[in-house]
């Protein structure tokens, strides 16, 4: 076979949050390459490796043989490590008067590239990560993204891995929470993750049977949650399950962070305080938090992450650079990298999922 690309050496790195899954996309994408007579290396925690010979006492860089990529599929996390912290590359070089702050490392990231003769780089991530690699490209290095986030939030893909892992932790959550809403007749609010997109709060909602599913596409108001409590009180279910996405928001207000950190947090217990004061029944809260990333992928995201990987490397070969891999109805295929990254993809409020929620007794709180 012949590569228009000319392709010796590739890297792979993984960036942002983790999502399960992310192992599985290193595997495939190195077992490919190795197949082409690549080489592959692995930089740890997103970019860092590449500046840095030590990232927290390890080689910033590893070159990933066949042993390294072993028995990696089921594993949650990344073997390379990842980071969001801070600034674009969660790096804060010394700025010439002497202070710390963010800086634009791109050119010295391009610099090393060449200088390790790496000719091309496989860049797993969500939306942040992703518009990194987009501004590599466009300074001339050979990038195709592979978009993972448990959010599902990105557009021009149908599905990201690690969603359903995401949806399926947060379900079996729910499920469990009925027989002891039941028990005592309480009220129980779950809060999920997902940024601000509603889609693991709207389809662990629907499959864990909640009466109320709150999403930042449909703001809320606590008098229809009331509503429906009452409602379901009166009909003898003295119980209900609220599943709230950390992302919404009261009809006019906005969505709920931790202190001054840009993290979302605290709507549950917001709102379970309004709903106690407005019903006079026992509320309690769960929120879920960083169960729904950890542990190992369900085999819907293991076999996406692994078509994704082995896709990345079959773009790096016909030299289709500056595109990232996306699923799109049964097939997976290249999609250009820059329409990928500034399109999130949000619930639609009158789709057919929230409508079948909707028929089936739902109430999202409008
Ligand atoms: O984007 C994935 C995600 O888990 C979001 O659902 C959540 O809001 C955020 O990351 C949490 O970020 P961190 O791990 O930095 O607390």
Redesign the pocket.
Known sequence: MEYSANIRRIAINTGG?DAPGLNAVIRAATLAAHANGWEVFGIRRGYMGLLNDDVDGEPGMMELCADKVRGITHLGGTILGTT?RGNLFGLEPRQPDGTWGPNDPSRAIIDRFRELEIDALIAIG?DGSLKIAHRLFLKGLRVVGVPK???NDLGATDMTFGFQTAVDVATEAIGRLHSTAEAHQRVMVAQV???HTGWIALESGLAGGADVILIPEIPYSVDRIVDKIMERDRARRRFSIIVVA?GASVAGGSPSFVGETG??GGIADRLADEIAAATGKETRTLTLG?IQ?GGSPVPYDRNLALRFGAAAVHAVERGNFGSMVALQGKSVRSVPLGDAVNDIKRVPVDGEVVRTARRLGVSFGD
Do not use: C, Q, S
């Open positions: 949050g969001t969500g986030t448990i959010d993750m997902g940024r950390e993290r979302y960083h990333r």
